[in-house]
């Protein structure tokens, strides 16, 4: 999920700048006296090694139908002509580039610039920008995380002018934590041009012109207006807020207790709608109704004479905690342990059914001893079973290695305020009528309506949300075994909510 904190002065909007603190390009240097659009952020260029790995896949794919090549056959003549062809469609963009070279593509703080292999050079200030569109592939397989690619389009409007359009490819390391929330590659710098964009569609609003977010979205001063077959005029006092998660964008309404609007994140002139729409949001939230009675309150001092807490536990949980929520997800979630045992699986399969499979050809040939054959196929069952269970693992520590990584990386993207500090010390005060989490960045209180389920899994406790209007369930709290004095008087005390 992502927010942009927005604030706004008179009519103007006031987008922080994501790019601040970006880094120098590669060497430090800083071109802000020297270059009319300020420093470089980014450079994209199709480099060498690129070109020589399609060459290679190219040669890959021809050679091998060259050495088999007979003049007396016809379908070596086929095969062989289609893998030259193959091999010429796949390796020839490569020889070209690397023969003509390839079009550097330059985004700087004011402007992009783009310089062809001819020297032909164009460029585009953010201020003279009208459209612009980011979008995020992640690639998973097997449910782990393997890749994200990103593209970025940028525009001036004008017709038969092409797109400054980039792309890029990363891993992401705060994924288990923010939910990939956090920004990374090209996301600043989308957000940026996109924030210069939104200040003028600000301007237009505020002389009365209604500004067109999507085909099926127009933002007017006094709401949000949605066409299409179930038309709506949404005033903005009455959205709750705005958000957008894994390349969804979603449109929550005051009590409701799903998305009135859902629709892709990546579509051209997204971001600029969608930033002046969450600035106009926050503006109008002083008009909104009063929360229904289900809202999570604010936390208070307890009146005098209050019940005191029936439990209280202090903890910040560590890389093991974060372990045993993997191990009881694979234990309960379906989909997730079968993603598990795909993986492990993988290999011990490669041994045991080749391994039976040869004996028993050996065997129905008569070249070996049947009783040899069985012993061959118990043991090619029994190398699976001790590669699966080394697998396992080793599997394992990889991905604790993995989880390791990116909380460490969520806690230093901590420290800008970027995430949630997953290493935080808390305390969760038990109460009769919720839970109370305490920590050194806010207070919070779940009320016992809010829970949906408090698991126990090898001495920890796993609470987890309900699906209500205001929060997606999902797991709250994670408390290790440590944390209690005494593991049965916690069993009981968090199990009277629920009796």
Request: hydrophobic share 45%; with cysteine; net charge neutral.
């Amino acid at each position: 999920m992502f927010h942009m904190h927005l604030t706004t002065s008179g009519s103007a909007l006031e987008i922080p700048d994501p790019l601040a603190h970006w880094p120098p390009t590669a060497g430090g240097t800083d071109l802000n006296n020297l270059d009319p659009l300020g420093r470089v952020v980014y450079t994209h260029k199709i480099g060498i090694g690129r070109c020589l790995s399609l060459i290679g896949g190219g040669v890959v794919v021809a050679l091998p139908c060259l050495f088999l090549f007979r003049a007396d056959s016809i379908l070596t003549w086929v095969l062989t002509a289609a893998a030259v062809l193959l091999g010429g469609f796949i390796g020839g963009p490569g020889l070209c580039l690397l023969v003509r070279g390839s079009t550097v593509c330059t985004f700087h703080e004011r402007g992009a610039r783009r310089v062809r292999p001819d020297s032909h050079m164009d460029e585009l200030r953010y201020d003279d920008a009208v459209e612009i569109g980011f979008s995020i592939t992640r690639l998973f397989v097997n449910g782990g995380y393997t890749v994200t690619t990103q593209e970025l389009r940028l525009g001036s409007g004008r017709e038969g002018e092409e797109l400054f359009a980039v792309s890029r490819r990363l891993h992401e390391n705060t994924g288990l934590v923010t939910n990939y929330r956090v920004q990374h590659g090209l996301e600043p710098l989308c957000h940026h041009i996109a924030g210069r964009i939104a200040e003028r569609l600000r301007v237009r609003l505020d002389r009365g012109e209604p500004v067109r977010w999507t085909n099926a979205l127009l933002i007017r001063r006094s709401g949000l207006e949605i066409s299409g077959a179930d038309y709506q005029d949404i005033p903005w006092e009455k959205i709750a807020r705005l958000e957008i998660e894994q390349g969804t964008f979603k449109l929550w309404l005051v009590d409701e207790a799903r998305p009135r609007l859902e629709m892709a994140a990546g579509t051209m002139n997204f971001y600029p709608g969608y930033f002046l729409a969450a600035a106009l949001v926050q503006e109008n939230a002083g008009k909104r109704p009063s929360p229904a009675a289900t809202a999570p309150p604010d936390e208070e001092a307890p009146a005098a004479g209050a019940t005191p807490p029936r439990l209280v536990v202090s903890y910040a949980n560590q890389v093991d905690d974060f372990m045993a929520m993997r191990h009881f997800e694979y234990r309960t979630d379906r989909a997730k342990r079968q993603q598990w045992l795909a993986k492990v699986w993988a290999w011990p399969g490669l041994v045991t059914i080749p391994g039976i499979i040869l004996f028993w050809a050996l065997s129905f040939k008569g070249q070996l001893a049947p009783e040899l054959c069985i012993l061959g196929g118990l043991g090619s069952v029994l190398a699976g079973l001790l590669i699966r269970w080394l697998g396992g693992e080793f599997l394992w520590l990889l991905e604790r290695n993995k989880v390791a990584r990116e909380l460490q990386a969520a806690h230093d993207w901590s420290r800008q305020q970027e995430c949630p500090d997953p290493f935080l010390q808390r305390e969760v005060a038990f109460r009769d009528d919720g839970i109370v989490i305490r920590t050194s960045a806010d207070t919070s209180r779940w009320l016992w309506g809010q829970i949906g389920a408090i698991e126990w899994f090898k001495g920890y406790a796993f609470i987890f949300g309900a699906d209500n209007k205001l929060h997606r369930p999902g797991c709250l709290l994670m408390i290790p075994p440590r944390a209690f004095a005494d593991l049965a008087t916690a069993r009981h005390v968090l199990e009277f909510p629920r009796a």
